[in-house]
């Protein structure tokens, strides 16, 4: 099928668009800002999809300018799904990435996707804007929405923890400043996440919410053993109280069972294979 990809240049769109071509499926990149509209309906209607993964967003936590965040991930957003309703022929389905930073810091774990949300950012209550938005459409198209946990892998950017890690064990550096090393979360590979978005553009059910987890976390300190078990090189690591985030989320751990019971088992990465890609080919 024909799928129109927003964001196919950033880190979960590359490996996204390699992975659906890889079984058959033509991606049509949309080049448009989001936050123009009439770019937007226009590169829209030339595409004509058959399906559409909406991955474009600024999903930095701790990007500096808060009005771009919402800007790129409500409005660009709500223009995007405008311009689909013009279709003469709507897309079949219309996956819409969230993020599993809206559940915040909450008691419950592993979170279901019935979980109240409670974001603590402004990336987290960008993206809830953004699913609050889409429902609007939801008598217009087929919208599945997907909450993904914490993920990682071969080309994600510096700036995110992991590769961070990873680059500094590949360049065997003596020391790093992390914050609190005691937060737990997924870190799931981004292939089987994307490969979770395929399959759910022929098995989700519009209107639907799914978390993309495994429900298994870990904690930084942990994450620091396994690469010095992988590399063989041993790293000073420095707690740094200002790294800390401001209403830090200290434990994110989902509950799979509802993506499962869509579309089977999830694809099965193990950590240690994962950070062992990104170490063979760092930034």
Known sequence: ??????????????????????????IVALKADLTDKQATVLEVAAARPDAVVHL??????GHADESAIYGVNVVGTTNLLQALTYLT????????????????????SPISETQVAAPVNHYAMSKLAMELMASTFSDLLPIVTVRPFNYTGRGQASQFLIPKLVNHFA????????????????????????????????????????????GQ??????????????????????????????????????????????????????????????????L
């Open 171 to 214: 360049s065997k550096a003596e020391e790093i400043e992390l914050g609190n090393l005691e937060v737990e979360r997924e870190f799931n590979d981004v292939r089987m996440v994307c490969d979770a978005y395929l399959k759910l553009l022929n098995k989700g059910l519009p209107g639907e919410i799914y978390n993309v987890c495994t």
């Open 1 to 26: 099928m024909k799928i129109l990809l927003t964001g196919a240049a950033g880190f979960t769109g590359l490996v996204f668009k390699a992975w659906a071509q890889a079984q058959g499926h033509e």
């Open 89 to 108: 022929n709507p897309p079949k389905c219309v996956l819409l990435a969230s993020s599993a930073n809206i559940y915040g810091n909450c008691e419950v």
């Open 56 to 61: 474009a967003a600024i999903s930095f936590v």
């Open 217 to 282: 976390t870990y904690t930084l300190s942990h994450l620091v053993t396994l690469l010095e078990n992988i590399s063989g090189h041993r790293l000073k690591v420095k707690v740094n109280p200002t790294i800390v985030r401001k209403n830090e989320i200290h434990l994110l751990c989902g509950d799979p069972s509802k993506i499962q019971a869509c579309i089977g088992r999830l694809a099965s990465y193990d950590l240690t294979d994962t950070l062992d890609w990104m170490l063979k080919e760092p």
